[in-house]
């Protein structure tokens, strides 16, 4: 069955970057895009983009250009976020979302990030 | 952006009655672009329809969706305890991929 497993949670300090992952399993990591999502309590879901594993393409909304870059592994089924410059506005919820029938088909479980010293 | 406002954001239904939830798009858009997601406390969304009017695996025939061009809509012909939930819209047409502000169904 498809699985996408997201670490609980992390916590960062102002201004340090972090690295979140999504390990996929139980279909083909290169044969669907993955896209991520923010979700902050009481803000509803925001889009981030998307990264097509297959060749590293990815679409980015412009509001995350210049603090979201996300990367794929092949070799392990991995997709990752990196968010820089961490400031409190994003500490939030990060779910990778799976692309399937132009819809996200499968959501992981999400990373809850703090940034807080 | 296409912007997609939801109403109400907050309503409350009792066990048996008609739960009509909308969503109104700034951009006409194909009904084949609008999806709908249910989220409960603590967990991740799921996708509960897409493309308007199909409902997703394992999601109660007691849901509809309908609609087209600016103007879509959730139904639960009749409302159950487990039907409390968030529920949100979401636009496949253009980039950013946007959401509803959601809509918070409640049991009374």
């Known amino acids: 069955q498809v699985q996408l497993q997201q670490p609980g949670a992390e916590l960062v300090k102002p201004g340090a970057p972090v690295k979140l992952s999504c390990k996929a399993s139980?279909?083909?990591?290169?044969?669907?895009?993955m896209n991520w999502v923010k979700q902050r309590p009481g803000r509803g879901l925001e889009w981030i983009g998307r990264i097509d594993p297959s060749d590293s393409e990815t679409h980015y909304n412009q509001k995350f250009k210049d603090k979201a870059t996300l990367t794929v592994d092949k070799s392990s089924s991995t997709a990752y976020i990196q968010l820089s410059s961490l400031t409190s506005e994003d500490s939030a919820v990060y779910y990778c979302?799976?692309?399937?029938?132009?819809?996200?088909?499968?959501w992981g479980q999400g990373t809850t990030l703090t940034v807080s010293s | 952006e296409i912007v997609l406002t939801q109403s109400p954001a907050l309503m409350a239904a009792s066990p048996g009655e008609k739960v009509t939830i909308t969503c109104s798009v700034s951009?006409?858009?194909?009904?084949?672009?609008l999806h709908w997601y249910q989220q409960k406390s603590e967990t991740s969304p799921k996708p509960w329809i897409y493309?308007?009017?199909n409902l997703a695996s394992g999601v109660p025939v007691r849901f509809s969706g309908s609609g087209s061009g600016t103007s879509y809509s959730l139904t639960i012909s009749s409302m159950e305890a487990e039907d409390a939930a968030t529920y949100y819209c979401?636009?496949?047409?253009?980039?950013?991929?946007?959401f509803g502000g959601g809509t918070k169904l409640e049991i009374k």
């Open positions: 139980g279909y083909t990591f290169t044969s669907y895009w």
């Open positions: 493309g308007t009017s």
């Open positions: 979401q636009q496949w047409s253009s980039y950013p991929r946007t």
């Open positions: 951009s006409s858009i194909s009904s084949s672009n």
């Open positions: 979302a799976r692309e399937g029938n132009r819809y996200f088909d499968y």
